[in-house]
C-alpha cells in the first residue's frame, strides 16, 4: 500500500507540475481551470479535497484529470477519466515491446479497458482508468500482485508460488530484462490509447477497429438492455449518396426486400438495422457491383435518420482461396495515383519508402484509390493518434522530428512528387488494384499467389472449417456418442 501510495504521489505531483507549468505558459489566454470539490476520504472519513483538470494528451484527445488529497491521514490518490464521448466502435491497440524505447510508450487505459500481456496470458480487467507507460503499468500490475502474498504464503502456499514466479516475470519485463513481449489494450468504449512507436514496422505496432456486441452496448449503457440488439458494424467513410445515387431516402419507412432468391447486381436492398451511433432504429442499404478483371463485391451503407449517423463498408464474397495473394505496385507517376484499389479488412499494406506497415483490419474494408488510401492513413494518425497542433511541451525533439519527417515524406507521395512501391498482402486474395493495360499484364504490377502460414491459417479459422464430408464425421460422432 506505501509502494502505490508513494507512485500515486508521484504522479500526482506529476499532474500538479504540469498544471503549473500550463498556467504559466498561457497565463493571458488559457481556458484550462482546476476545479476543487469537497469530498470525503474513504481511509478516515474525513474531508478531504479533489482537484479535477480537464487536458488534452498528445497522441489521443480530451480527458479529466483527478487527483485526491487527505490532509488528515494524508492519503493521496490519481485517476484518469475520458471526457468525450463513447466512441462508435471498440478499439484494440497491440505493441511489441522489444527495446528500452518502448517501455517509455504513454499508456491511456480507460476505466472500459482491458489489459493484457499476451506472452504470460495475463489479463488486467476493466478498473481505474490510468495515464502511464508501459513501465509504469507494469509496475503497477506487480505491486498489485504483491499485496496480500505473505497471507498466501500461509494459507495457499502453491497459490504464493505460482503469483511468485508471474510477479518477477512481470518486474523482468518492466525493466526490460525480459523482452520482447506483447501488450494489448482491449477498450470496447475507444478512448483508449498506446502512442505508437516513431519507426512502424510490420508486427511491432497495430491499431483495429472492431464491432461492438450487444453485450458490450449494454455493459457501456448503450441502447435498450431488455433485448438483444445486433453488433454495431458501420464504418464513416463516404456520403451514402456518393455511392448511390438512386438509394432510398433516409426518411423513408424500413423495408425488407432481401428474401429474394438471387441478389441481383447494381440493384439496391435495403435491411432493417439498428443505429451504432444512437441505438435507434435505421435502414442498411446493401448493393452487389462487379469490379472488371476482379470479382463482386458487396458495398453496405447505414443512414439514420435520428441522429444523421452514416457509414460505408465493402465487403468481398466467393470462396475462400486455394492461396493468399501479394500484389506489388510501382507508383511512379500522379496518374498512378488514382488507380482503383480495394483493400479488404483481412489485407495487410507495407511500403518501404514512406517507413510504412498497416495491420490487417487496422482501415477495414476500402475501396478508393490509391491516393485516398494514403490520405486516410495520414487522417486518422493525425486525429486518432498523432495530433501535431498539440504535441508540442510533452514530445521530446528526436520522436516529434521523426514524426514530422514521415508526414512529409507522406504528403510528398500523396501529391505525386515521390515515387515508391505499395506491397498488399491478402491472405483471403480479396484485395485489388486497378490495372491500366488490362486484360494485358500491367508491368507496374506485379501479382504472386503464396502459400498461407499457419498463424495466418489460424487467424482466418481455417483449420476449424470442413465443408466437405463433415456429414459422414457428424453421423459417426452421433452414433459413438449414441452408443455411449
Not at 408 to 425: H, M, Q, R, S, W
Request: aromatic share 6%; net charge negative.
Amino acid at each position: 500500500m506505501a509502494q502505490q501510495q508513494s507512485l500515486a504521489k508521484d504522479l500526482f505531483e506529476d499532474m500538479g507540475r504540469k498544471v503549473a507549468e500550463a498556467s504559466a505558459q498561457d497565463s493571458e489566454d488559457d481556458t484550462r481551470v482546476v476545479d476543487e470539490i469537497e469530498s470525503m476520504c474513504m481511509n478516515c472519513h474525513e474531508d478531504g479535497t479533489t482537484r479535477l483538470l480537464l487536458t488534452r494528451i498528445p497522441f489521443f484527445r480530451e480527458i479529466v484529470l483527478m487527483s485526491f488529497h487527505c490532509p488528515h491521514c494524508h492519503l493521496r490518490n490519481s485517476e484518469v477519466q475520458p471526457a468525450g464521448e463513447i466512441q462508435q466502435r471498440g478499439v484494440k491497440f497491440s505493441l511489441k515491446v522489444e527495446t528500452a524505447d518502448d517501455l517509455s510508450r504513454q499508456i491511456i487505459k480507460s476505466d472500459t479497458a482491458v489489459f493484457r500481456v499476451e506472452d504470460i496470458d495475463l489479463e488486467i480487467p476493466r478498473g481505474r482508468g490510468q495515464l502511464t507507460n508501459v513501465e509504469g503499468i507494469l509496475a503497477m500490475v506487480a505491486q498489485d500482485l504483491e499485496q496480500k502474498q505473505d497471507e498466501r504464503k500461509q494459507v495457499v502456499p502453491e497459490v504464493y508460488e505460482q503469483l511468485k514466479a508471474v510477479i518477477e516475470t512481470i518486474k523482468q519485463m518492466a525493466s526490460g530484462e525480459k523482452l520482447p513481449f506483447k501488450i494489448t489494450v482491449d477498450d470496447p468504449a475507444g478512448n483508449s490509447s498506446i502512442e505508437p512507436p516513431s519507426v512502424l514496422s510490420a508486427g511491432k505496432y497495430s491499431r483495429s477497429e472492431y464491432p461492438r456486441t450487444a453485450a458490450q452496448n449494454e455493459a457501456l449503457g448503450l441502447g435498450d438492455t431488455s433485448g438483444e440488439a445486433p453488433p454495431t458494424e458501420m464504418r464513416p467513410e463516404y456520403h451514402a449518396s456518393q455511392m448511390y445515387p438512386e438509394m432510398p431516402s433516409a426518411s423513408a419507412p424500413m423495408v425488407n426486400n432481401v428474401d429474394e432468391d438471387d441478389i441481383v447486381e447494381n440493384q439496391v436492398y435495403s435491411f432493417p438495422a439498428t443505429c451504432p451511433g444512437c441505438t435507434k432504429s435505421c435502414t442498411t442499404n446493401m448493393k452487389m457491383v462487379n469490379i472488371p478483371h476482379f470479382k463482386q463485391v458487396v458495398l453496405m451503407s447505414t443512414v439514420c435518420d435520428h441522429c444523421g449517423y452514416r457509414s460505408n463498408e465493402v465487403k468481398t464474397g466467393g470462396e475462400v482461396p486455394e492461396k493468399g495473394r501479394r500484389i506489388t505496385v510501382n507508383i511512379n507517376t500522379k496518374e498512378d495515383l488514382s488507380r482503383d484499389i480495394l483493400k479488404a479488412e483481412s489485407c495487410a499494406m507495407s511500403c518501404t519508402e514512406l517507413n510504412l506497415s498497416v495491420e490487417p483490419g487496422t482501415l477495414g474494408g476500402r475501396f478508393t484509390t490509391i491516393e485516398g488510401l494514403l490520405t486516410q492513413v495520414r487522417d486518422d494518425l493525425k486525429s486518432s493518434i498523432f495530433d501535431t497542433s498539440d504535441a508540442g511541451d510533452s514530445m521530446d525533439s528526436g520522436s516529434k522530428g521523426k514524426w514530422a519527417t514521415f508526414f512529409a515524406n507522406l504528403a510528398a507521395a500523396i501529391n505525386g512528387d515521390a515515387k515508391f512501391t505499395l506491397v498488399l498482402e491478402d491472405p483471403l486474395a480479396s484485395s485489388y488494384v486497378q490495372s491500366f493495360t488490362a486484360p494485358e499484364p500491367d508491368p507496374q504490377i506485379k501479382v504472386e499467389d503464396y502459400e498461407r502460414t499457419e498463424e495466418e491459417k489460424e487467424d482466418l479459422g481455417l483449420n476449424d472449417m470442413k465443408t466437405e464430408g463433415y456429414e459422414e464425421e457428424h453421423a459417426a460422432t452421433k452414433g459413438v456418442t449414441s452408443g455411449a
